[in-house]
């Protein structure tokens, strides 16, 4: 821990990491309310994966036909979009189970990112390192972006706090109070999907999907009110990814798996915590 905190003042890597982490915190933490609630976690893994098919897709005519448009992170950003938007319309206007529209669409982005990256000659490692990503090379370009996308995710969070609180936790009583649910979901998956795309060029496509969902978890079994629960998960979520820096330092650990597995485990104590609980007040 020493020398983690003696790096942190010296290296602008350590730094960075640290400062990526508690951004990335924030917008985890309030876009992952608002998935865990929704119950709407396989969405967002689905759309996660779509991203390498943005990628392959945008590598492939950048490196074969020399386009410059979309690069590698727009590619991404229009592909987990359209994802999304696939998804919500399957979801609000056919018969269409939901959890097979998002089984069809993870597996599809998959394949076609795999069969993208096949075909561009010079094959590149980068791309599948989207998955894991590397949160101690981040570049002061990203810490930028994240800051960028935390201010948004909170002006769209106070902005629509109430509709948004409606759409998720009662989409019955929204619509008796004439509120576009269909648009307020279609906003929630966009805003799922900018934050997934975005993060997943930071701490890879598997760490986002563990911030947005555990965390939150764990924050719900102790908030009364989803701004409690927000304000908890930012929290929760910047301690795990602080503490999983500091532990995979000096064994040279990957940070990414490090603080996975912490938040994993905290997720699965607070479980059997409860459980144990409600088991003991039941039996007095």
């Not at 005519?61 to 987990?80: K, R, S």
């Not at 969902?213 to 979520?237: E, K």
Request: net charge positive.
């Amino acid at each position: 821990m020493t020398d983690f905190l003696h790096a942190v003042m010296t290296s602008a890597l350590a730094r960075n990491a640290v400062i990526i982490g508690l951004l990335a915190s924030v917008a985890c933490g309030i876009v992952g309310t608002y998935v865990v609630t929704r119950r709407i976690s396989y969405i967002a893994a689905s759309v996660a994966h779509c991203v390498l098919a943005g990628l392959g897709a945008a590598r492939y005519v950048n490196v074969v036909h020399g386009w410059t448009f979309p690069n590698p992170v727009q590619g991404a950003l229009i592909a987990a979009l359209l994802a999304a938007g696939v998804i919500g319309w399957v979801s609000l206007r056919t018969r269409e189970r939901e959890d097979t529209a998002i089984g069809a669409v993870w597996a599809i982005g998959m394949a076609v990112g795999i069969l993208f990256i096949y075909q561009t000659p010079g094959y590149n490692q980068d791309l599948m390192s989207y998955l894991f990503g590397n949160i101690l090379l981040v570049s002061n370009r990203y810490l930028y972006l994240t800051l960028a996308l935390d201010v948004f995710i909170v002006a769209v969070a106070a902005i629509f706090y109430y509709q948004l609180q409606a759409v998720c936790f009662d989409e019955e009583f929204a619509r008796l109070r004439n509120l576009r649910v269909g648009l307020y979901y279609l906003l929630l998956l966009a805003l799922t999907a900018i934050t997934v795309v975005l993060l997943s060029m930071v701490v890879g496509i598997v760490l986002v999907i563990a911030l947005l969902t555990l965390p939150t978890g764990i924050a719900g079994r102790f908030a009364r009110s989803m701004g409690q629960m927000m304000m908890l998960s930012c929290l929760i979520c910047a301690v795990f990814t602080v503490l999983g820096l500091s532990l995979s330092y000096g064994p040279d650990l990957p940070a990414g798996p490090t603080i996975i597995v912490l938040t994993g485990a905290a997720y699965l104590l607070s479980a059997a915590g409860c459980y144990a609980w409600g088991k003991r007040i039941r039996r007095g």
